[in-house]
């Protein structure tokens, strides 16, 4: 179903109930597998790679993109990717499971080879979180990484649990004081500039007045409240994903 393209919210369950039955399909099937981690890892390794290389050659070429994507945040690394998913939060967000998820599998996994595999789509999904220019996905992989950090260091090595965190914390507020302060310099070049815009956006902004907070925002706080209010109205089957998208400006 592509993006607001569904108006009838029926098409949405169906889509859902079909995801459903998959998922307990699998779990039967998983029941008679010897290492059922590994099938599920592997088949998500793989669906990484064939995702980052779609959206690598997306961000090279512009190929397979909507028209419309065509000059959104284009830089000198190129377009923004979206892979096979609608948009470029979505294709973040699948990048995010290789970026993030996949290290606990690597704590488990004991070939060389494997091990090696996994670092490297580790790897290619931070470059495909980058191409994909979705900026809450990127700060979300840096949270949820310094998270994961932190517990393995807090179980490893707990005498310089405290003086790391420390040094992060402070490196991290630094480099926070440089960006703004050098915002302005910063969103002229050519790389990056999408990273930098909302922090001159939000210097240059009077946050006195809740819309101007909202619209800084890309209306998010509007799209909750229209989305809440059609979830009161319409509990059970919704509104599908084309109405919500027309409806939610009301």
């Given at each position: 179903?592509?993006?607001?393209?569904?108006?009838?919210?029926?098409?949405?369950?169906?889509?859902?109930?079909?995801?459903?039955?998959?998922?307990?399909?699998?779990?039967?099937?998983?029941?008679?597998?010897?290492?059922?981690?590994?099938?599920?890892?592997?088949?998500?390794?793989?669906?990484?790679?064939?995702?980052?290389?779609?959206?690598?050659?997306?961000?090279?070429?512009?190929?397979?993109?909507?028209?419309?994507?065509?000059?959104?945040?284009?830089?000198?690394?190129?377009?923004?990717?979206?892979?096979f998913q609608p948009?470029?939060?979505?294709?973040?967000?699948?990048?995010?499971?290789?970026?993030?998820?996949?290290?606990?599998?690597?704590?488990?996994?004991?070939?060389?080879?494997?091990?090696?595999?996994?670092?490297?789509?580790?790897?290619?999904?931070?470059?495909?979180?980058?191409?994909?220019?979705?900026?809450?996905?990127?700060?979300?992989?840096?949270?949820?990484?310094?998270?994961?950090?932190?517990?393995?260091?807090?179980?490893?090595?707990?005498?310089?649990?405290?003086?790391?965190?420390?040094?992060?914390?402070?490196?991290?507020?630094?480099?926070?004081?440089?960006?703004?302060l050098n915002s302005?310099?910063?969103?002229?070049?050519?790389?990056?500039?999408?990273?930098?815009?909302?922090?001159?956006?939000?210097?240059?902004?009077?946050?006195?007045?809740?819309?101007?907070?909202?619209?800084?925002?890309?209306?998010?706080?509007?799209?909750?409240?229209?989305?809440?209010?059609?979830?009161?109205?319409?509990?059970?089957?919704?509104?599908?994903?084309?109405?919500?998208?027309?409806?939610?400006?009301?």
């Amino acid at each position: 179903i592509g993006w607001h393209d569904d108006y009838m919210p029926i098409a949405d369950w169906v889509a859902y109930g079909i995801a459903g039955a998959l998922i307990i399909a699998l779990l039967k099937i998983l029941k008679g597998v010897e290492s059922p981690n590994q099938l599920i890892f592997r088949s998500l390794v793989a669906g990484l790679i064939l995702a980052f290389l779609m959206g690598l050659l997306q961000s090279l070429t512009g190929l397979g993109l909507p028209s419309s994507m065509h000059e959104f945040r284009r830089d000198v690394l190129g377009f923004a990717a979206i892979g096979f998913q609608p948009d470029i939060h979505a294709f973040a967000g699948h990048m995010l499971m290789g970026a993030v998820g996949l290290w606990i599998y690597l704590q488990t996994c004991r070939g060389r080879v494997e091990r090696v595999l996994l670092l490297a789509v580790v790897s290619f999904s931070w470059i495909g979180l980058l191409i994909s220019k979705s900026r809450s996905s990127l700060l979300i992989a840096i949270f949820a990484s310094l998270i994961v950090m932190f517990i393995y260091i807090w179980h490893t090595h707990r005498k310089w649990f405290y003086l790391i965190c420390g040094a992060t914390v402070a490196i991290l507020a630094c480099l926070a004081i440089i960006l703004v302060l050098n915002s302005g310099l910063l969103v002229s070049y050519p790389i990056f500039s999408w990273l930098i815009e909302p922090i001159q956006l939000v210097k240059n902004k009077d946050f006195t007045n809740l819309s101007v907070l909202g619209g800084a925002s890309g209306s998010r706080f509007e799209i909750w409240g229209a989305a809440f209010n059609m979830i009161k109205a319409f509990p059970l089957m919704g509104v599908g994903q084309g109405n919500f998208y027309h409806l939610s400006a009301d």
